[in-house]
């Protein structure tokens, strides 16, 4: 069985991986089914969480402008 990292939003902020401000990243949770991010998202109660592999995916296939 494989395990998967997942972060929060405010994880993914404060971790400095990322150049990407908690408003940015609450804005790209916000819209998450019109630009894809939506696979890398899990919702766990009322908390989303971000599996980090699919994101880090994510943001170098965006940056392409495969979306």
Known sequence: MTQYEYWSPQKIASSGRYCLSIG????????????????????????????????????????KGEK
């Open 24 to 63: 940015q990243i609450r804005h790209l949770l916000l819209f998450r089914h019109r630009n894809g991010l939506e696979k890398a998202v899990r919702k766990v109660g009322k908390r989303l969480l971000l599996r980090i592999d699919l994101f880090d995916q994510w943001i170098e296939s965006y940056g």
